[in-house]
Structures are given as structure tokens and as C-alpha cells.
């Protein structure tokens, strides 16, 4: 099945695609080289397929389909591939405001759901699975919290003002079934009997049982849903995860942007928190001494939200005081000289305080949902799922648990450091 014009790839068949469309092609190095290419299937993600095409002189390109399922499913769990478009229009969109951070696109083709981009050559890893090995990668926060300013201030009303905003959302669409997909594994199933969910069995059956009649993360999980489904403020990944993030100890790359919709600036930010603390419970599960790591992990959290606050605000003085009525934070109100009255400076500051503090107090929300998820729901996360023993594992897992659990019930009182003190204090 699939679109008209759609087969699915293989191996072989990839490289007489590539060889097909001059641009693959020429990024391969032209076509006449095709005895010398071959192609690898590397997908790892839940949902698609990823193959590395080789020249063989060294050059490489990726070709990520997506079939009309889930993969980690099967054809069981039908999914549009519509999602391939959304992605490759995010990555595109994010290129565009942060092109250090985002790999190129050379080619989307509709009816074969596919994306052509760059390689991201060795050795750029998978970043939870170089967290999971044990490194440190000292530009990460900085990197990431660029990443989030500059992607979720560009697209949201602040940098292009209302009306563009609600052409830009008209215009990228919904993602419908992806943010479906979405209500349904992050904000519901956790929380009710759900043939998809799984935990660490029998040692966290009780905490599985506990989260389904606790009325109060209910109501939390609830309003952050309501969120994510009516606050179309920027253009999110959607799903930024350290699985969607490629880097080495000196470049971040972030991939995978096919969940990207117009929705809460906290959405994206908690998810990538919430990765950095499962993370971080889950260093008691493994050997050797990771006291280095754990705290390199803390101070990330630290780090990725001070550099995500200083360069959105830096963004929003630069850019953000707009001329006209359509401008989110309007001349008229905070631009002394375009006629603002009072002390149009002080007001900015107050106006842009309280912005960061609901964007912190969202992204700790959404962070408790996405490491609660991560122990009960359909995915799961290799950090965890690598410790083999099951109670040490349910031991980190139960910590994560009640770390999620408060960051959802007392995000609004949290700053960043409390956040983190809570982590240490549940580990201790
Ligand atoms: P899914 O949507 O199924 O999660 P991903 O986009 O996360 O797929 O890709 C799956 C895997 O393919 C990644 O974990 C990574 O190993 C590899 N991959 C994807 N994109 C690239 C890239 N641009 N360069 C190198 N490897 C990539
Ligand atoms: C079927 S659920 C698959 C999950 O993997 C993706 O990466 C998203 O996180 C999604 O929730
Ligand atoms: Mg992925
Ligand atoms: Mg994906
Ligand atoms: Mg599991």
C-alpha cells in the first residue's frame, strides 16, 4: 500500500533511486560512480526507515523513508505518511533559522516518502547513545539551548507578528495524526489501562497502578494536554528527544523532525530536559563511577535553559518591538520613541520575565510527562532499558517516576535550580 507512485526501498533498490534523481546523484557525486555505491540500513528510531548511501571515496548522503506504519509495530499501527512532508518541511524551516544545528535537505519526493539529507558522518553518534557510553559533550547545552532560541523565537508571533503566524500554521498544516499519536502515547495511555503500556514487572506494578488514580496528575496531565493541543505559539520538533539529536564532543545536529507542529515552546524544551534527567536516574544502573557524567548531566539542564532564556531574549530585543498592531509586543506599547508611554524599558523587562517563567513552568510540566511516558507507556528508553538487572533498574525508574510526578504538580513554583536539586535529593 502506500500513495500512488510509492514501493518501499530496500538496499539494492535505494541505489538505483539515488541514481535516478540528478541531485542524489550529484551529491553522490554523479551517477556514472554507481558500481562503487552501497547502502546500509541504519534506522534505529521507532518509526522509519534510514539508509547511508556510500560513493565509496568517501562520500555518503542518508535516504530516510517512511512507510505506512509504525515500524517498531508493524502493519498493524497504520501512520500517513503525510508525515514525511511535515518532516521534511521542519527540517527545512529549522536549516533556515539555525543551519549550524540542523543537517541539510537535498531532496523530499512526496510520492516515495522520502527525504534525502546530509550524512552526518562519523564520528556524530546518537546522542543517547553516547550519553549512555559515558560522554561528556561540553557544547552540547550551548548548542541545544541555540538550537531551541533561535528555531522556536523565529517561527513564533514574536519575531513575524500574528497575522504571519496564522498564515505560517495555515500553511504548514496540522501534522494531525502525529500530534494524535502524541495525545494518545504521552498525555492518556500512561494514565489508563492501555494494552501499549509496559513497565518493569512486578517491581513497579504498584507505581504503574498508583499514576491511574491519582486524581492531581490527572488534572496536571490534562491542562498540559489542553496546551499542546491549543497553543500553537511556534513551530516545535515535536519530538526532541536525545534519540532526534547526532553530535560529537565539538558539533550538535538535530534530526527527526517529523512530529513538528505549532504548539507550546515548553513542549520541545521539557522534552529535551526530561531526556537529560531520565539520563541522569539512570547512571545507578550501570559500572564504574559516573559521578563526572552525572553532574556534567545536571549542569546541561542548568545550561541549555540559561543559554535557551539569555539568546531568546537577546532575539526578542534585537527583533521582537515591532512596528504596526499585527507585532506581538507592539511599538506603540513598549517603544518609547515610537510614542509608548511610561517606562517603556521597565515594562519590556516585566512583559519578557513573565513570557520565560510560563515557557519554564511548561517546559517543567511537559518534562514530568515525557519521563513519565518513558517508564509506563509504549517507549521506553535504552538508558533505562540497558540496565539488566530489573531492580536496579526499577529502582532509577521509580526515581524518575517521582521526579516527573513533581515537576508536572509544582512546575509554577520551580526555577531551574530547584528542578535540579529535586533530582539529586530523589537520588539520594
Ligand atoms: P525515526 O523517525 O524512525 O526515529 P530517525 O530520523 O531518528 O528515524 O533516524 C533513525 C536513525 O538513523 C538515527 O538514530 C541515526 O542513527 C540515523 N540517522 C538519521 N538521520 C541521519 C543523518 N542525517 N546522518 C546520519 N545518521 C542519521
Ligand atoms: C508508537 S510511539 C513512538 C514514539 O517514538 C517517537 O520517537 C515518539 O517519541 C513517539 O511517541
Ligand atoms: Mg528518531
Ligand atoms: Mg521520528
Ligand atoms: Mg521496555
Known amino acids: ?170 500553511a504548514f498544516g496540522q501534522n494531525e495524526d502525529m500530534c494524535a499519536l502524541t495525545e494518545q502515547v504521552i498525555f492518556t495511555e500512561p494514565y489508563a489501562k492501555a494494552d501499549n503500556n509496559h513497565w518493569t514487572s512486578p517491581q513497579l506494578d504498584d507505581a504503574a497502578a498508583a499514576l491511574r488514580t491519582d486524581s492531581e496528575l490527572k488534572s496536571a496531565i490534562c491542562s498540559l494536554k489542553r496546551r499542546f493541543a491549543c497553543d500553537g505559539a511556534a513551530l516545535l520538533h515535536g519530538d526532541l528527544h536525545t534519540g532526534s539529536i547526532m553530535c560529537t564532543e565539538s558539533t550538535t545536529f538535530v534530526i527527526d523532525h517529523e512530529f513538528a507542529f505549532y504548539g507550546p515552546l515548553g513542549f520541545d524544551i521539557g522534552a529535551f530536559l526530561a531526556n537529560l534527567f531520565l539520563a541522569y536516574f539512570a547512571q545507578d544502573g550501570y559500572e564504574g563511577d559516573r559521578s563526572s557524567q552525572r553532574e556534567w548531566l545536571l549542569a546541561c539542564v542548568k545550561e541549555t535553559w540559561a543559554t535557551f532564556e539569555r539568546r531568546f531574549v537577546q532575539l526578542w530585543d534585537e527583533r521582537g518591538v515591532s512596528a504596526g498592531n499585527a507585532g506581538l509586543t507592539p511599538a506603540a506599547l513598549y517603544d518609547a520613541g515610537a510614542g509608548a508611554e511610561g517606562d517603556a524599558a521597565a515594562a519590556l523587562r516585566a512583559h519578557q520575565a513573565a513570557y520565560m517563567r510560563e515557557v519554564l513552568t511548561d517546559s517543567f510540566g511537559y518534562a514530568g510527562a515525557k519521563m513519565t511516558r518513558r517508564v509506563v507507556g509504549i517507549a521506553h528508553v535504552a538508558d533505562l532499558e540497558s540496565i539488566k538487572d530489573q531492580d536496579a533498574r526499577a529502582r532509577c525508574e521509580r526515581r524518575a517516576l517521582a521526579c516527573g510526578r513533581r515537576f508536572m504538580l509544582e512546575a509554577k513554583e520551580l526555577s531551574i535550580e530547584d528542578a535540579v536539586a529535586m533530582a539529586e535529593e530523589l537520588r539520594a
Not at 107 to 121: F, G, K, Q, T
Not at 149 to 167: D, M, W
Open 1 to 170: 500500500s502506500g500513495p500512488p507512485g510509492f514501493v518501499a526501498l530496500d538496499c539494492d533498490t535505494v541505489l538505483d533511486y539515488c541514481a535516478a534523481k540528478p541531485e542524489v546523484a550529484a551529491a553522490l557525486g554523479g551517477a556514472e560512480g554507481r558500481g562503487a555505491w552501497s547502502a546500509k540500513e541504519v534506522g534505529d528510531g521507532n518509526i522509519n526507515f534510514v539508509y547511508i548511501v556510500s560513493n565509496g571515496a568517501g562520500g555518503a548522503i542518508i535516504v530516510k523513508q517512511g512507510l505506512p506504519f509504525v515500524r517498531v509495530v508493524g502493519e498493524s499501527w497504520p501512520l500517513t505518511q503525510e508525515r514525511v512532508r511535515y518532516e521534511a518541511e521542519a527540517l527545512m524551516i529549522a536549516h533556515g533559522y539555525c543551519p549550524q544545528h540542523v543537517p541539510e535537505v537535498h531532496l523530499y519526493d512526496a510520492p516515495m516518502s522520502v527525504i534525502v539529507m546530509r550524512y552526518l558522518e562519523p564520528p556524530h553518534i546518537i546522542l543517547r547513545g553516547g550519553i549512555i557510553a559515558g560522554t561528556v559533550y561540553p557544547k552540547l547545552a550551548a548548542h541545544v539551548g541555540e538550537y531551541l532560541a533561535t528555531t522556536l523565537f523565529g517561527s513564533s508571533a514574536l519575531a513575524i507578528g500574528c497575522e504571519a503566524l496564522r498564515k505560517a500554521r495555515q
